[in-house]
């Protein structure tokens, strides 16, 4: 079971509006620790999407964004394309009693009906 | 544009020791701003970090895998090393290096994967 959690899969039309919740605690996203998402394509590595809860690296469309309040993140894709069909990951860091480790959320598979 | 490639046995007997070799070209590995890590993926699965190291040597592994794995760097090469031993099935993963952005822990930067296969 991952520290960050996010929903399996969610869908959408091409155009539509998709978000993917990643869900933490007190102890990394709400720690102030920044939050990432990969997208992975099928059978290719995860590549960097947002960075710094917020930011696109060059390259990546303004139809991704993201978001954070509290100790829940969100990854916001517009006008939703069949090629955005991937799995999405969110990752932090997280400090506790046994040390720190960085952190993935388990996934979601996005579906573009 | 720095690239990483991984590199190492894609089938590893049970009980055995996994060695995997990440090269890293077009920049050094000794720029001091980055860590460079390993992660994992087991087949359908997400993603599971494992360990990363800095180029002056400090390394940091997931607690749940700190027993049986050990990174090292070897600046003069431009690569970086991982082994995991005393593996079992529950090994088998497409294992990934990657560039870790020191401070944000971003992973900016990943090599295409490589698929190692625990089995007799």
């Known amino acids: 079971q991952s520290v960050l959690t996010q929903p399996p899969s969610v869908s959408g039309a091409p155009g539509q509006r998709v978000t993917i919740s990643c869900t933490g605690s007190n102890s990394n996203i709400g720690a102030g620790y920044d939050v990432h998402w990969y997208q992975q394509l099928p059978g290719t590595a995860p590549k960097l999407l947002i960075s710094?809860?917020?930011n696109r690296p060059s390259g990546v469309p303004d139809r991704f964004s993201g978001s954070k309040s509290g100790t829940s993140a969100s990854l916001a894709i517009t006008g939703l394309q069949a090629e955005d069909e991937a799995d999405y990951y969110c990752?932090?860091?997280?400090?506790?009693?046994?040390?720190?480790?960085?952190?993935f959320g388990g996934g979601t598979k996005l579906t573009v009906l | 544009q720095v690239q990483l490639r991984e590199s190492g046995p894609g089938l590893v007997k049970p009980s055995q020791t996994l060695s995997l070799t990440c090269s890293v070209s077009?920049?050094?590995?000794?720029?001091?701003?980055?860590?460079w890590s390993w992660i994992r993926q087991h087949p359908g699965r997400g993603l599971q970090w494992i360990a990363y190291?800095?180029?002056?040597?400090?390394?940091y592994y997931n607690p749940s895998l700190r027993s049986r794995v050990t990174l090292s760097v070897d600046s003069s090469k431009n690569q970086f090393s991982l082994k995991l031993r005393s593996v079992t099935a529950a090994d088998t993963a497409v294992y990934y290096c990657a560039r870790v952005a020191r401070g944000v822990y971003r992973f900016d930067t990943w090599g295409q994967g490589t698929l190692v296969t625990v089995s007799s």
């Open positions: 077009g920049g050094s590995i000794s720029s001091g701003s980055y860590y």
């Open positions: 710094g809860n917020n």
């Open positions: 990752q932090s860091y997280d400090t506790n009693l046994s040390g720190s480790d960085v952190i």
């Open positions: 190291i800095h180029d002056s040597g400090s390394t």
